[in-house]
């Protein structure tokens, strides 16, 4: 018995093949697909190229950078003060890494003698400017602090406006704090 023969047996019944309408609609969806995909990988690429990519990243480096900095400056314990300055001093730079020395000794003093325990959570950091050329930037921090002071609890909500400079940290470019304040809340009608 031939394969053709084989093929018409009543027992498996004809073979049919899909419509032709199918088999030409099939490969037309294929063909645009993989347009679509051509496109999109071209988009992809050359905005992967382009400073856009660059910003992008340089933002997250100082969201990153503002949000460790926030902490290092707002979570302390009284009973490891040395942690508490040596973060500080990790992630500041400037002027502002110069008052920390020449202050250091009065402010632990305060710290121990008020028995100060605080637990931040930075909420978020908005990158307000950045200067990519310059190395500066400015982000907005929202931080909630749990506040401990011998028997005394409570929690305190922080607007926080920092300060953050580019700079050569053994060979690599990182953002350091350089200023941080408070930001001031502005009444109704002001």
């Known amino acids: 018995m031939s394969s053709d023969e084989q093929r018409s047996t009543p027992a498996d019944g004809p073979t049919r093949r899909p419509p032709r309408w199918l088999v030409l609609g099939s490969a037309a969806l294929a063909a645009a697909a993989f347009v679509v995909a051509v496109t999109f990988g071209i988009?992809?690429?050359?905005?992967?190229?382009?400073?856009?990519?660059?910003?992008?990243?340089?933002?997250?480096?100082?969201?990153?950078?503002?949000g460790n900095a926030v902490t290092a400056y707002t979570e302390l314990d009284y009973e490891n003060l040395d942690a508490y300055f040596?973060?500080?001093?990790?992630?500041?730079?400037?002027?502002?890494?110069?008052?920390?020395?020449q202050s250091e000794k009065t402010y632990r003093k305060a710290i121990e003698d008020a028995k100060t325990k605080v637990v931040s959570t930075v909420q978020d950091v908005a990158v307000e400017e950045l200067n990519e050329h310059e190395g500066k930037a400015s982000a907005l921090a929202m931080v909630k602090t749990q506040v401990k002071q011998g028997d005394n609890e409570g929690t305190k909500v922080l607007r926080l406006e920092v300060e953050m400079t580019r700079v050569d940290d053994g060979g690599d470019q990182v953002w350091k704090l350089s200023g941080i304040g408070e930001v001031p809340v502005a009444g109704t009608g002001q």
């Open 86 to 101: 040596s973060r500080q001093k990790e992630v500041t730079t400037g002027d502002l890494l110069n008052q920390i020395n």
């Open 43 to 66: 988009m992809w690429w050359a905005a992967s190229s382009d400073d856009t990519a660059n910003i992008a990243a340089a933002r997250e480096n100082v969201v990153r950078a503002a």
